[in-house]
C-alpha cells in the first residue's frame, strides 16, 4: 500500500508570539530601567566609601589629590618612625660608650705606672731576655742523599 503524505496545516505564528510576549508587554520598562539605576547607584557608592571618606578629610574633590596627599603622609609618618628608631639606637650606643668610658677610666687608675715609670706588672726574665740566633745547626741531621730520592 502506498499512501500519499498529507499536506502540512499551517498554524498562525503571530497569534503564538503574541501570547508568548504578553508578559514583557504588560510590565513597565520605566520601573525596571529606575530600580536598575538606583541598584547600580547604591553598589557604586558602597564600593567607593573609602573614596568619599577620603576625599572629605582632605577637603577635595578629585581621589588622585586626595590619594596622592594620604600617600604623603603615610611617607610620613613611616620616616617619621624610622627616625625615632635611629635616635634610640643612636641614644643607647652614647649611654654604651658613656660606660665604657667611664670603666675605662677606673682601669686607667688602677693601672697607673710607679715612681721608676715601671708598669706595675711583672714581666717575666725569659720575655726579656734576647738570645742570638746560632749561625750553624747543631746536629748533622739527614742529608736528601741519605733519604735516596732521585
Same mark, same amino acid.
Given at each position: 500500500?502506498? #499512501? #500519499?503524505?498529507?499536506?502540512?496545516?499551517e498554524i498562525d505564528i503571530s497569534q503564538q508570539a503574541d501570547e508568548l510576549m504578553s508578559g514583557i508587554n504588560n510590565t513597565k520598562l520605566v520601573k525596571l530601567l529606575g530600580v536598575s539605576t538606583v541598584g547600580h547607584v547604591v553598589i557604586i557608592l558602597l564600593l567607593s566609601v573609602g573614596n568619599i571618606i577620603m576625599c572629605a578629610k582632605y577637603s577635595t574633590i578629585d581621589v588622585t589629590h586626595a590619594y596622592a596627599l594620604n600617600t604623603q603622609e603615610i611617607k610620613d609618618a613611616l620616616l617619621a618612625d624610622k627616625q625615632r628608631i635611629l635616635d634610640e639606637k643612636d641614644a643607647a650606643i652614647a649611654a654604651r660608650d658613656a660606660e665604657m668610658a667611664t670603666k675605662d677610666a677606673k682601669a686607667d687608675k688602677k693601672n697607673t705606672k710607679d715612681k721608676d715609670g715601671n708598669n706595675s706588672k711583672v714581666v717575666p726574665k725569659e720575655f726579656t731576655e734576647t738570645k742570638e740566633a746560632p749561625t750553624?745547626?747543631?746536629?748533622?741531621?739527614?742529608?736528601?742523599?741519605?733519604l735516596g730520592i732521585d
Open positions: 500500500m502506498i #499512501t #500519499t503524505p498529507s499536506a502540512i496545516q750553624e745547626p747543631d746536629e748533622g741531621g739527614i742529608g736528601l742523599d741519605d
